[in-house]
């Protein structure tokens, strides 16, 4: 089961970390990601991070803006999301990969079998 939390109305340059905490034992050797998707459009991945926390990969939207991470001590995954833009508005969603102690970073959101139940960020101009 996973919890995302960390959602906020901002204005643009501002910052947010996202959390997301996880209850399951295998939470330290799947890979996680952040998606995030605005009413009508489809969920839209944002950055993905390896079980070790050893590898990450960002869109290009949110690359040298945004910051994944993990403590696999504390089951929580993290985004720190800087320097926002209106354009990064969305509901934003914490996924957990299927396989165990892969380097493969998934982006599309079907190969996500976990989901979060989504935390809202809104950025203003």
């Known amino acids: 089961q996973l919890q995302a939390s960390g959602e906020g109305l901002v204005q643009a340059g501002d910052y947010l970390r996202l959390s997301c905490a996880g209850s399951?034992?295998?939470?330290?050797?799947?890979?996680m990601g952040w998606f995030r998707q605005v009413p009508g459009k489809e969920r839209e991945f944002v950055s993905a991070i390896t079980w070790s926390g050893g590898s990450t990969t960002y869109t290009d939207s949110v690359k040298g803006r945004f910051a994944i991470s993990r403590d696999n001590a504390k089951k929580t995954l993290y985004l720190q999301m800087n320097s926002l833009k209106p354009e990064d508005t969305a509901v934003y969603y914490c996924?957990?990969?299927?396989?165990?102690?892969?380097?493969?970073?998934?982006?599309?959101?079907?190969?996500?079998?976990?989901w979060g139940q989504g935390t809202e960020v809104t950025v203003s101009s």
């Open positions: 996924a957990a990969g299927g396989q165990f102690y892969t380097s493969n970073l998934e982006v599309a959101p079907g190969t996500y079998p976990f």
């Open positions: 399951g034992r295998s939470f330290g050797i799947r890979n």
